[in-house]
Protein backbone atom coordinates (compact mmCIF):
# COMPACT_ATOMS: atom_id res chain seq x y z
CA UNK A 1 0.00 0.00 0.00
CA UNK A 2 2.49 2.20 1.28
CA UNK A 3 4.47 2.33 -2.24
CA UNK A 4 1.34 3.76 -4.25
CA UNK A 5 2.33 6.94 -2.69
CA UNK A 6 5.55 7.28 -3.45
CA UNK A 7 5.83 9.42 -6.43
CA UNK A 8 6.97 7.63 -9.49
CA UNK A 9 8.82 11.26 -10.19
CA UNK A 10 10.83 10.88 -6.53
CA UNK A 11 13.28 7.99 -8.11
CA UNK A 12 14.35 7.69 -12.09
CA UNK A 13 15.87 4.83 -14.00
CA UNK A 14 19.48 4.82 -13.43
CA UNK A 15 21.78 4.02 -16.24
CA UNK A 16 25.48 4.26 -17.30
CA UNK A 17 27.22 8.22 -17.76
CA UNK A 18 29.62 9.53 -20.41
CA UNK A 19 31.05 13.06 -19.16
CA UNK A 20 28.72 15.46 -21.08
CA UNK A 21 30.70 18.94 -22.24
CA UNK A 22 28.49 22.09 -21.27
CA UNK A 23 25.74 22.94 -23.39
CA UNK A 24 23.05 25.15 -24.61
CA UNK A 25 21.29 23.09 -26.88
CA UNK A 26 17.68 23.54 -27.58
CA UNK A 27 14.78 22.06 -28.41
CA UNK A 28 13.87 21.99 -31.90
CA UNK A 29 10.56 23.69 -33.35
CA UNK A 30 8.25 20.97 -33.36
CA UNK A 31 6.83 21.31 -30.00
CA UNK A 32 2.68 21.66 -29.87
CA UNK A 33 0.06 22.56 -27.25
CA UNK A 34 -1.87 20.25 -25.82
CA UNK A 35 -5.79 20.10 -25.77
CA UNK A 36 -6.41 21.36 -22.65
CA UNK A 37 -3.07 22.57 -21.49
CA UNK A 38 -2.36 25.94 -23.39
CA UNK A 39 -4.42 28.10 -20.84
CA UNK A 40 -2.06 29.76 -19.43
CA UNK A 41 -1.00 33.58 -20.05
CA UNK A 42 2.30 34.13 -21.69
CA UNK A 43 3.99 37.61 -21.48
CA UNK A 44 6.37 36.25 -24.46
CA UNK A 45 3.59 35.84 -26.52
CA UNK A 46 2.47 39.32 -26.33
CA UNK A 47 5.83 40.73 -27.44
CA UNK A 48 7.36 38.41 -30.10
CA UNK A 49 6.03 39.88 -32.83
CA UNK A 50 8.30 42.96 -31.82
CA UNK A 51 10.81 40.93 -30.94
CA UNK A 52 11.66 43.55 -27.93
CA UNK A 53 10.36 42.75 -24.18
CA UNK A 54 8.54 45.34 -22.19
CA UNK A 55 11.48 47.61 -21.11
CA UNK A 56 11.65 47.70 -24.89
CA UNK A 57 15.30 45.46 -24.73
CA UNK A 58 15.75 42.76 -27.88
CA UNK A 59 14.43 39.57 -26.41
CA UNK A 60 17.07 36.75 -25.73
CA UNK A 61 17.16 34.48 -28.61
CA UNK A 62 18.32 31.10 -27.33
CA UNK A 63 21.26 31.83 -29.57
CA UNK A 64 23.77 31.76 -26.44
CA UNK A 65 24.39 35.57 -26.86
CA UNK A 66 23.83 38.13 -24.55
CA UNK A 67 20.86 39.78 -26.79
CA UNK A 68 19.02 42.33 -23.89
CA UNK A 69 22.86 43.36 -22.86
CA UNK A 70 21.92 42.51 -19.58
CA UNK A 71 24.75 40.21 -18.65
CA UNK A 72 23.35 37.00 -18.58
CA UNK A 73 22.60 34.47 -21.65
CA UNK A 74 19.47 33.24 -22.91
CA UNK A 75 17.09 33.68 -20.00
CA UNK A 76 13.79 32.10 -20.84
CA UNK A 77 15.72 29.44 -22.68
CA UNK A 78 15.76 25.48 -21.92
CA UNK A 79 19.36 24.67 -21.63
CA UNK A 80 20.53 20.88 -22.10
CA UNK A 81 22.89 20.48 -19.42
CA UNK A 82 24.09 16.81 -19.02
CA UNK A 83 24.34 15.11 -23.41
CA UNK A 84 25.10 11.88 -22.47
CA UNK A 85 24.01 7.98 -23.49
CA UNK A 86 22.18 7.57 -20.31
CA UNK A 87 19.72 8.39 -17.61
CA UNK A 88 20.72 11.72 -15.05
CA UNK A 89 18.46 11.33 -12.28
CA UNK A 90 18.06 11.62 -8.61
CA UNK A 91 19.02 15.28 -8.82
CA UNK A 92 19.40 18.17 -6.01
CA UNK A 93 19.23 22.13 -6.52
CA UNK A 94 20.49 24.19 -4.12
CA UNK A 95 22.80 27.90 -3.93
CA UNK A 96 23.18 27.43 -7.50
CA UNK A 97 24.38 24.01 -7.99
CA UNK A 98 22.92 21.40 -8.93
CA UNK A 99 23.74 17.04 -8.30
CA UNK A 100 22.48 14.10 -9.63
CA UNK A 101 22.94 10.50 -10.51
CA UNK A 102 24.25 7.92 -13.24
CA UNK A 103 24.32 4.97 -12.37
CA UNK A 104 26.81 4.54 -9.13
CA UNK A 105 28.54 7.43 -10.03
CA UNK A 106 27.31 11.02 -8.48
CA UNK A 107 28.26 14.23 -9.81
CA UNK A 108 28.18 18.16 -8.90
CA UNK A 109 27.85 21.50 -11.31
CA UNK A 110 27.65 24.94 -10.60
CA UNK A 111 25.17 26.40 -13.13
CA UNK A 112 25.05 28.01 -15.52
CA UNK A 113 28.43 27.42 -16.58
CA UNK A 114 30.53 25.43 -13.89
CA UNK A 115 32.54 21.92 -14.67
CA UNK A 116 30.88 18.52 -14.36
CA UNK A 117 33.03 17.27 -11.45
CA UNK A 118 32.71 13.41 -10.61
CA UNK A 119 32.75 13.00 -6.44
CA UNK A 120 34.72 10.52 -5.53
CA UNK A 121 31.60 8.53 -3.79
CA UNK A 122 28.08 7.37 -4.95
CA UNK A 123 24.93 9.09 -3.04
CA UNK A 124 21.66 7.97 -3.29
CA UNK A 125 19.17 10.19 -2.83
CA UNK A 126 21.14 13.39 -2.59
CA UNK A 127 20.01 16.51 -0.63
CA UNK A 128 22.49 19.37 -0.82
CA UNK A 129 22.78 22.66 1.33
CA UNK A 130 25.95 24.80 1.03
CA UNK A 131 29.10 22.81 1.38
CA UNK A 132 27.08 20.02 2.57
CA UNK A 133 25.76 16.63 0.63
CA UNK A 134 23.59 14.29 2.68
CA UNK A 135 22.57 11.10 1.12
CA UNK A 136 22.34 7.79 1.51
CA UNK A 137 25.55 5.09 1.67
CA UNK A 138 26.06 1.79 2.42
CA UNK A 139 22.41 1.14 4.37
CA UNK A 140 23.17 4.51 6.28
CA UNK A 141 22.80 8.11 6.04
CA UNK A 142 25.72 9.99 5.30
CA UNK A 143 26.65 13.64 5.54
CA UNK A 144 29.78 15.24 3.25
CA UNK A 145 31.66 18.18 3.85
CA UNK A 146 32.64 19.16 0.24
CA UNK A 147 34.83 21.89 1.39
CA UNK A 148 36.51 20.15 4.33
CA UNK A 149 36.42 16.78 2.83
CA UNK A 150 34.57 15.10 5.63
CA UNK A 151 32.40 12.54 6.28
CA UNK A 152 29.71 12.25 9.20
CA UNK A 153 27.84 9.02 9.83
CA UNK A 154 24.40 9.19 11.08
CA UNK A 155 23.03 6.51 13.43
CA UNK A 156 19.97 5.12 12.80
CA UNK A 157 17.68 2.71 14.89
CA UNK A 158 17.27 0.20 11.90
CA UNK A 159 19.56 0.35 8.61
CA UNK A 160 16.16 -0.96 6.85
CA UNK A 161 14.14 1.26 4.78
CA UNK A 162 15.79 4.34 4.67
CA UNK A 163 13.98 6.53 2.72
CA UNK A 164 15.01 9.99 0.86
CA UNK A 165 16.84 12.84 3.82
CA UNK A 166 16.59 16.58 3.54
CA UNK A 167 18.90 18.54 4.49
CA UNK A 168 18.74 22.63 5.53
CA UNK A 169 21.32 24.56 7.49
CA UNK A 170 22.10 22.41 10.12
CA UNK A 171 19.05 19.86 10.10
CA UNK A 172 18.98 16.83 8.53
CA UNK A 173 15.64 15.21 8.39
CA UNK A 174 14.16 11.69 6.75
CA UNK A 175 11.92 9.21 7.37
CA UNK A 176 12.52 5.12 7.38
CA UNK A 177 10.59 2.16 8.52
CA UNK A 178 10.47 1.11 12.08
CA UNK A 179 10.88 -2.65 11.53
CA UNK A 180 10.11 -5.05 14.58
CA UNK A 181 7.14 -2.05 15.58
CA UNK A 182 4.48 -4.24 14.55
CA UNK A 183 3.47 -3.15 11.27
CA UNK A 184 5.09 -3.58 7.79
CA UNK A 185 3.60 0.19 6.72
CA UNK A 186 4.79 2.14 10.16
CA UNK A 187 7.26 5.05 8.89
CA UNK A 188 8.20 7.84 11.38
CA UNK A 189 9.92 11.06 10.76
CA UNK A 190 13.48 11.48 12.97
CA UNK A 191 15.59 14.32 12.77
CA UNK A 192 19.67 15.38 13.58
CA UNK A 193 20.78 18.70 14.32
CA UNK A 194 24.45 18.49 12.70
CA UNK A 195 25.89 21.36 14.78
CA UNK A 196 25.11 19.53 18.76
CA UNK A 197 24.94 15.94 16.87
CA UNK A 198 21.49 15.12 18.40
CA UNK A 199 18.97 12.65 16.92
CA UNK A 200 15.69 13.12 17.60
CA UNK A 201 13.02 10.63 16.61
CA UNK A 202 9.48 13.25 15.85
CA UNK A 203 7.31 11.06 15.04
CA UNK A 204 5.79 7.89 17.29
CA UNK A 205 2.55 6.58 15.61
CA UNK A 206 1.43 3.28 13.70
CA UNK A 207 1.06 4.78 11.07
CA UNK A 208 2.89 6.55 7.36
CA UNK A 209 4.70 9.89 7.66
CA UNK A 210 6.08 11.08 4.55
CA UNK A 211 8.14 13.51 2.71
CA UNK A 212 9.48 15.65 5.87
CA UNK A 213 10.83 18.83 4.94
CA UNK A 214 13.01 21.46 6.92
CA UNK A 215 12.20 25.11 6.85
CA UNK A 216 14.82 26.31 9.46
CA UNK A 217 14.43 24.20 12.58
CA UNK A 218 10.74 23.21 11.65
CA UNK A 219 9.64 20.52 10.10
CA UNK A 220 6.36 19.36 7.94
CA UNK A 221 5.37 16.26 6.77
CA UNK A 222 2.80 14.37 5.44
CA UNK A 223 1.16 11.23 7.54
CA UNK A 224 -1.98 9.59 8.03
CA UNK A 225 -2.73 8.76 11.31
CA UNK A 226 -6.29 10.04 11.18
CA UNK A 227 -6.77 8.28 7.65
CA UNK A 228 -4.89 4.61 8.01
CA UNK A 229 -6.56 2.29 5.53
CA UNK A 230 -9.56 4.50 6.15
CA UNK A 231 -12.01 3.42 2.93
CA UNK A 232 -11.47 0.59 1.41
CA UNK A 233 -7.50 0.31 3.03
CA UNK A 234 -7.16 3.89 1.20
CA UNK A 235 -4.72 6.09 3.21
CA UNK A 236 -5.75 10.04 3.56
CA UNK A 237 -3.27 11.84 4.87
CA UNK A 238 -2.97 15.41 6.71
CA UNK A 239 0.00 17.75 6.90
CA UNK A 240 1.75 17.80 10.50
CA UNK A 241 4.24 20.39 11.59
CA UNK A 242 6.59 20.51 15.05
CA UNK A 243 9.81 22.69 15.87
CA UNK A 244 12.90 21.34 17.20
CA UNK A 245 13.40 22.16 20.34
CA UNK A 246 10.50 23.64 21.20
CA UNK A 247 8.09 22.41 24.00
CA UNK A 248 4.90 22.53 21.88
CA UNK A 249 5.05 18.87 20.45
CA UNK A 250 3.74 17.99 16.62
CA UNK A 251 0.64 18.97 15.53
CA UNK A 252 -1.86 18.84 12.19
CA UNK A 253 -1.74 21.71 10.26
CA UNK A 254 -4.67 20.45 7.96
CA UNK A 255 -7.93 18.25 8.70
CA UNK A 256 -8.78 16.20 6.34
CA UNK A 257 -12.53 16.41 5.71
CA UNK A 258 -14.83 14.27 3.53
CA UNK A 259 -13.56 13.01 0.09
CA UNK A 260 -10.07 15.36 0.38
CA UNK A 261 -6.73 14.10 0.42
CA UNK A 262 -3.89 15.50 1.07
CA UNK A 263 -0.67 15.21 -1.09
CA UNK A 264 3.11 14.70 0.15
CA UNK A 265 4.59 17.67 0.87
CA UNK A 266 6.85 19.28 -2.02
CA UNK A 267 7.66 22.65 -0.16
CA UNK A 268 8.25 24.08 2.67
CA UNK A 269 9.53 27.83 2.98
CA UNK A 270 8.66 31.05 5.00
CA UNK A 271 6.29 29.03 7.04
CA UNK A 272 3.93 28.03 4.09
CA UNK A 273 3.43 23.84 2.94
CA UNK A 274 3.54 23.03 -0.74
CA UNK A 275 1.21 20.50 -1.61
CA UNK A 276 -1.82 19.00 -3.86
CA UNK A 277 -4.97 18.33 -2.76
CA UNK A 278 -7.00 15.76 -4.65
CA UNK A 279 -11.02 15.09 -4.33
CA UNK A 280 -11.91 11.74 -5.02
CA UNK A 281 -15.03 10.99 -4.27
CA UNK A 282 -15.47 7.02 -2.07
CA UNK A 283 -18.13 5.44 -4.24
CA UNK A 284 -17.78 2.10 -6.37
CA UNK A 285 -17.46 3.64 -9.58
CA UNK A 286 -15.87 7.25 -8.80
CA UNK A 287 -15.27 9.74 -11.45
CA UNK A 288 -11.73 10.93 -12.17
CA UNK A 289 -10.37 13.07 -9.19
CA UNK A 290 -10.21 16.45 -9.40
CA UNK A 291 -7.12 18.53 -7.81
CA UNK A 292 -4.83 21.46 -7.34
CA UNK A 293 -1.93 23.28 -5.80
CA UNK A 294 -2.60 25.03 -2.63
CA UNK A 295 -0.37 26.65 0.31
CA UNK A 296 -0.91 25.88 3.78
CA UNK A 297 0.24 28.29 6.36
CA UNK A 298 1.58 26.50 9.31
CA UNK A 299 0.88 29.03 11.76
CA UNK A 300 -2.75 29.42 10.78
CA UNK A 301 -3.69 26.82 8.65
CA UNK A 302 -4.93 29.27 6.23
CA UNK A 303 -5.07 27.63 2.31
CA UNK A 304 -4.69 29.43 -0.23
CA UNK A 305 -5.55 27.58 -3.55
CA UNK A 306 -2.83 28.28 -6.60
CA UNK A 307 -5.12 26.87 -9.72
CA UNK A 308 -8.13 26.25 -10.13
CA UNK A 309 -9.44 22.59 -8.95
CA UNK A 310 -9.47 20.76 -12.31
CA UNK A 311 -9.31 16.92 -13.53
CA UNK A 312 -6.55 18.42 -15.68
CA UNK A 313 -4.32 19.19 -12.25
CA UNK A 314 -1.35 20.91 -11.81
CA UNK A 315 0.42 19.12 -9.38
CA UNK A 316 2.87 20.47 -6.95
CA UNK A 317 6.38 20.39 -7.53
CA UNK A 318 8.83 22.68 -5.78
CA UNK A 319 8.55 26.21 -4.19
CA UNK A 320 11.54 28.88 -3.90
CA UNK A 321 10.47 32.48 -3.08
CA UNK A 322 7.66 33.74 -4.75
CA UNK A 323 7.79 30.73 -7.74
CA UNK A 324 6.05 28.21 -7.56
CA UNK A 325 6.97 25.25 -10.14
CA UNK A 326 3.83 22.66 -10.94
CA UNK A 327 3.73 19.80 -13.06
CA UNK A 328 1.03 19.01 -15.77
CA UNK A 329 0.67 15.35 -16.81
CA UNK A 330 -1.71 14.11 -18.88
CA UNK A 331 -1.72 10.55 -21.40
CA UNK A 332 1.92 10.40 -20.92
CA UNK A 333 3.12 13.90 -21.36
CA UNK A 334 4.01 16.24 -19.05
CA UNK A 335 4.78 19.82 -18.96
CA UNK A 336 6.54 22.63 -16.37
CA UNK A 337 4.40 25.20 -15.27
CA UNK A 338 5.64 28.29 -13.08
CA UNK A 339 3.23 30.00 -10.76
CA UNK A 340 3.73 33.45 -8.99
CA UNK A 341 2.81 32.59 -5.37
CA UNK A 342 1.59 36.81 -4.92
CA UNK A 343 -0.72 37.23 -8.11
CA UNK A 344 -1.36 33.44 -9.43
CA UNK A 345 -0.03 34.32 -13.03
CA UNK A 346 0.92 30.88 -14.12
CA UNK A 347 3.55 30.65 -17.22
CA UNK A 348 4.72 27.65 -19.25
CA UNK A 349 8.19 27.03 -19.20
CA UNK A 350 8.77 23.81 -20.98
CA UNK A 351 6.69 22.76 -24.02
CA UNK A 352 7.57 19.44 -25.39
CA UNK A 353 5.47 16.49 -26.82
CA UNK A 354 7.81 14.46 -24.14
CA UNK A 355 7.98 14.30 -20.74
CA UNK A 356 9.77 17.06 -18.30
CA UNK A 357 9.02 16.34 -14.57
CA UNK A 358 10.79 16.53 -11.60
CA UNK A 359 11.17 20.46 -11.64
CA UNK A 360 13.40 21.45 -8.95
CA UNK A 361 13.91 25.71 -8.26
CA UNK A 362 16.54 27.58 -6.38
CA UNK A 363 16.46 31.83 -6.97
CA UNK A 364 15.84 32.32 -10.55
CA UNK A 365 17.09 28.69 -11.49
CA UNK A 366 14.70 25.92 -12.20
CA UNK A 367 16.30 22.47 -13.08
CA UNK A 368 14.38 19.52 -14.26
CA UNK A 369 14.39 16.16 -16.01
CA UNK A 370 13.42 15.67 -19.83
CA UNK A 371 13.75 12.41 -21.53
CA UNK A 372 13.32 14.37 -25.26
CA UNK A 373 16.60 12.06 -26.43
CA UNK A 374 14.65 8.62 -25.08
CA UNK A 375 16.99 9.05 -21.69
CA UNK A 376 16.41 11.05 -18.55
CA UNK A 377 18.69 14.46 -19.03
CA UNK A 378 18.80 17.43 -16.91
CA UNK A 379 17.82 20.80 -18.22
CA UNK A 380 17.93 24.61 -16.53
CA UNK A 381 16.47 27.62 -17.36
CA UNK A 382 17.05 31.29 -15.92
CA UNK A 383 13.96 32.35 -15.30
CA UNK A 384 15.01 35.60 -14.19
CA UNK A 385 13.44 37.31 -16.40
CA UNK A 386 10.19 35.78 -17.25
CA UNK A 387 8.30 38.04 -16.16
CA UNK A 388 9.44 40.64 -18.67
CA UNK A 389 9.21 38.64 -21.97
CA UNK A 390 11.95 36.17 -21.87
CA UNK A 391 10.48 33.21 -22.05
CA UNK A 392 10.64 30.22 -25.35
CA UNK A 393 9.17 27.01 -23.45
CA UNK A 394 10.38 25.06 -27.10
CA UNK A 395 14.00 26.97 -26.80
CA UNK A 396 13.59 28.47 -30.29
CA UNK A 397 13.56 31.84 -31.31
CA UNK A 398 10.20 33.25 -31.94
Same mark, same amino acid.
Do not use: K
Given at each position: ??????????? $? @? =??? /? !?????????APADAGHRDGAS???? /???? %????? !??? $?????? *??NRVDDDGDGKIDEGCPIRITTDPGDDVDADLQ????????? *?? +??? *?? $? @?SGAIERLPFF?? !??????? *????IGDG??? %??? $???????????????????PRLH &?? /? =?????????? &??????? #?WARDLATGQTVRVTNDAAISLSARVDGRALAWSDDRRGHHAIFF????? #???? +? =????? @?????TNRAGDLQIGSVMGFERGRVLVTDSYQPWIAAPPPARCQPVFYDVATGARTELSPLDERCDEAAALSGNRVAVLFDRLGVSDIFLIDASTHQRRRVTNYPRRSERPLLDGDLLVWSDDRNDNWDLYMMDVSDIEVGDLSPEGVTP
Open positions: MLLTFLRRRLL $L @P =LAI /I !ALPACSGEVDETS /IADA %VADGG !ADV $LGRTRE *RCGGRVVWNNA *RV +TYI *RT $L @PCA !APSLWGA *RLACEYL %VYD $LAAFTRTRVDTTDSAGLLW &GD /I =LAWTQYMVGE &GNSENTE #VAHQFD #VFTT +T =LGAAQ @PERAV
